[in-house]
């Protein structure tokens, strides 16, 4: 089936949110949804999650899933917003629980803090199914960016979270903790052995560098076809060669500390403080 899907660009993060519905039957669910956030004043908004509620409640839509493809090191995620608002269930890949673990020690989080995943209503498995209405949904794990990165394949869509990028800007970095650009290829190769006229979604594009509008739709065609990093044709061994010797020269993510701290804990800010504060962490000589 083709879903109804729209899609909505926050410019500060360069983060595609897609909203993917049965329209007949009036469900929907939302892929990657952004909360606002500036390093500078440490303040938060919710005007890119509002704005998704809006367009769902004009619709006369009922959310039911908040899907998440990994945990975000560039964005904080809008789930809570979303849910405080209209219900649903947010989801992710259960391998989550490996990112908790490794970060939850990096920030050495407070007694108590989870390493299972529980944060999230959901935790799926590689190859689970699960419906958005009448459209059938399946869940890929796609590791090597992070270890607990998943695509969802929805109708004749994918979604690919940081996974896979436009054809002219490639694919994403896999110098984090737990990635990998032998295991990324790998991932890779799955989602490009859909069938070719699957329509692909990306969930971030930086313009190719200023070099032309932000875009978001591609197809497995397209990307085999065109895609400077894993068109067909180019090995295993050559992306890893051009992945590893290009995230050499990528500085982190601006947002990367408070997002990660934020999303492994599914969109909620650490416990207040005695004062009634929620503080996040900055780890001096870690990453």
Known sequence: MTPFIKTFFDKATCNATHLVADAAAGVCAVVDPVLGYDPASGRTNRRAADEIVDCIEKAGWSLEWILETHVHADHLTGAPCLKDRLGGRTAIGARVAEVQAYFGTVFNVETGFATDGSQFDRLFVDGETFSIGAVDGRVLYTPGHTPACAVYVIGDAVFTGDTLFMPDSGTARCDFPGGSA???????????????????????????????????????????????????????????????????????????LPSIQVNMRAGHLPPPEENGTCYLKIPVDVL
Not at 221 to 242: C, L, P, S, Y
């Open 182 to 256: 032998r295991t990324l290829y790998r991932s890779i190769r799955t989602i490009l052995s859909l069938p070719p006229e699957t329509r692909v979604f990306v969930c971030h594009d930086y313009g190719a560098d200023g070099k032309r509008p932000h875009a978001w739709e591609t197809t497995v065609a397209e990307q085999r076809a065109a895609n400077i990093h894993v068109k067909d044709g180019i090995g295993e061994d050559q992306f890893v060669a051009m992945r590893e010797a290009r995230d050499r020269t990528l500085s982190m993510p601006t947002l990367i």
